[in-house]
């Protein structure tokens, strides 16, 4: 007989779901930055910016931010908030499930992991809005 599922359960699912994929999105709006950076700065063409966009959205997130600290720079305040971000968006990615599998399957912890979720959303949503400012900056008429 399989029990029953906590009262926390489903809310907990749609919590991570939004987690990940605000993770996706961050990943997106860093890629597009990246290559925004570079037609804006180093001359490139749109076709090598969506060839290098399409790079950074099939490897890990790392690889976007590794480029980006490497020759697109973002002001340290921003570069450290993603990095804080990229860190719990791993954290969710690769450990959480092995990490709350015990608590969750004993009706534990279910608030703490909800917070959890919703404070990485949060990130996510407040990195993204500090990007799209940078990139109307960049370009303020479009591409």
């Not at 029990?3 to 987690?19: H, M, T």
């Not at 709006?29 to 099939?58: D, M, P, Q, R, T």
């Not at 480029?67 to 804080?84: H, N, Q, T, Y």
């Not at 499930?97 to 912890?109: A, G, I, M, R």
Request: proline share 4%.
């Amino acid at each position: 007989m399989i029990p029953d599922e906590p009262i926390q359960f489903k809310e907990l699912c749609e919590k991570v779901g939004l987690a990940l994929m605000m993770g996706q999105k961050v990943q997106f709006a860093l890629a597009h930055y990246y290559s925004v950076f570079h037609i804006v700065n180093s001359g490139w063409s749109k076709e090598k910016a969506k060839e290098k966009l399409s790079f950074h959205l099939s490897k890990p997130m790392g690889e976007v931010v590794n480029s980006i600290k490497k020759d697109a720079p973002l002001c340290d305040g921003l570069f450290r908030r993603v990095i804080e971000f990229k860190i719990q968006r791993n954290w969710l990615a690769h450990d959480f499930d092995e990490e709350s599998t015990p608590f969750l399957s004993q009706n534990q912890k279910f608030d703490y992991y909800i917070e959890k979720m919703e404070q990485i959303a949060i990130q996510a949503t407040n990195v993204m809005i500090e990007l799209n400012e940078i990139g109307e900056k960049l370009v303020p008429l479009g591409i």
